[in-house]
């Protein structure tokens, strides 16, 4: 078994001090950040030691079988809302009409599993009723950014030969501006539909919910001609968990509690380049 560490800068000497509590054969340094721990003797106990005092020095623990390595895998699918992105993109365009506590607390609800995802979009886009469809632009250029570590991520599995999928319940409007910045091969997400220049509270076609994610995984593995123990996901809510567990590498990243627990990687300090260092 082997478990791999890392953190955020300057952590090396934390890195070093939860690595001697494993006792392994061997100890790879993958970067100033990471380290591999090769040969661990595993336990339910030692494991639960390792994650307390990872989590207490802001450390990342994943426990691995074997080493992994990025050629295995031919597509990486990302949700897009708190994973790829920072924001919640309805809760932004929702402080456009001043709603935003009221759409945030429905948001999070339904990403902790606690609210049927398509009813809970329906409540929240309902709400945008009326609202000038200028701020959707204004949400995409004032307060839309990529997640810690997007961009080397991405830069390295393009790199690699990977296709890209951004997969959300989410917005077109958002999707189909990444998809053309970032250079995305495939993405998919819910249509807001607009009239006279205005939100009507409705979505066009059928939703983008948990079912519908991993159908969506599945139909761009079969266009590829891979399966999908080929391909990585990453995600942050309840409704990734079925196109999460279907994944050859489910990544939680900085997800709710019910995700980190499925997920084969949870990533709670680094960005979303920590992918690399499990994969080197």
């Known amino acids: 078994?082997?478990?791999?560490?890392?953190?955020?800068?300057?952590?090396k000497a934390r890195l070093?001090?939860?690595?001697?509590l494993t006792a392994p054969t061997n100890m790879t340094w993958l970067s100033e950040r990471a380290v591999r721990c090769e040969g661990i003797t595993f336990s339910p106990a030692l494991r639960q030691t390792i994650e307390v005092a990872a989590h207490a020095a802001q450390l990342d623990a994943t426990y691995m079988v074997g080493i992994r390595h990025l050629n295995e895998f031919k597509l990486v699918a990302m949700d897009m809302d708190s994973t790829f992105i920072t924001?919640?993109?309805?809760?932004?365009?929702?402080?456009?009409?001043?709603?935003?506590?009221?759409?945030?607390?429905i948001t999070e609800a339904a990403m902790r599993g606690e609210l049927d995802f398509s009813a809970s979009l329906t409540?929240?886009?309902?709400?945008?009723?009326?609202?000038?469809?200028?701020?959707l632009e204004r949400?995409?250029?004032?307060?839309?950014?990529?997640?810690?570590?997007?961009?080397?991520?991405?830069?390295?599995?393009?790199?690699?030969?990977?296709?890209?999928?951004?997969v959300s319940g989410g917005f077109t409007f958002f999707t189909s501006r990444l998809k053309a910045r970032m250079g995305l091969d495939y993405t998919h997400?819910?249509?807001?539909?607009?009239?006279?220049?205005?939100?009507?509270?409705?979505?066009?076609g059928g939703i983008v919910d948990a079912d519908e994610k991993q159908r969506t995984v599945e139909r761009v593995c079969a266009e590829l001609g891979?399966?999908?123990?080929?391909?990585?996901?990453?995600?942050?809510?309840?409704?990734?968990?079925?196109?999460?567990?279907?994944?050859?590498?489910?990544?939680?990243?900085?997800?709710?509690?019910?995700?980190?627990?499925?997920?084969?990687?949870?990533?709670?300090f680094v960005g979303l380049d920590g992918i690399l260092p499990l994969l080197a």
């Open 1 to 11: 078994m082997n478990l791999v560490l890392q953190g955020l800068d300057d952590c």
């Open 16 to 20: 070093e001090r939860i690595a001697a």
């Open 87 to 105: 924001i919640e993109c309805i809760d932004e365009i929702a402080d456009m009409q001043g709603l935003k506590p009221q759409v945030a607390a």
């Open 123 to 135: 409540r929240r886009v309902a709400l945008l009723e009326g609202l000038d469809a200028s701020a």
């Open 139 to 166: 949400v995409y250029e004032e307060r839309l950014r990529l997640s810690p570590g997007a961009e080397d991520m991405l830069k390295a599995v393009q790199a690699a030969g990977l296709k890209t999928l951004l």
């Open 189 to 204: 997400a819910n249509e807001l539909e607009i009239v006279d220049g205005k939100l009507t509270g409705k979505v066009i």
């Open 226 to 268: 891979i399966t999908p123990a080929q391909a990585i996901v990453m995600g942050d809510g309840a409704n990734d968990l079925k196109m999460m567990g279907i994944a050859g590498l489910s990544v939680a990243f900085r997800a709710k509690p019910v995700v980190r627990e499925q997920a084969s990687v949870a990533l709670n």
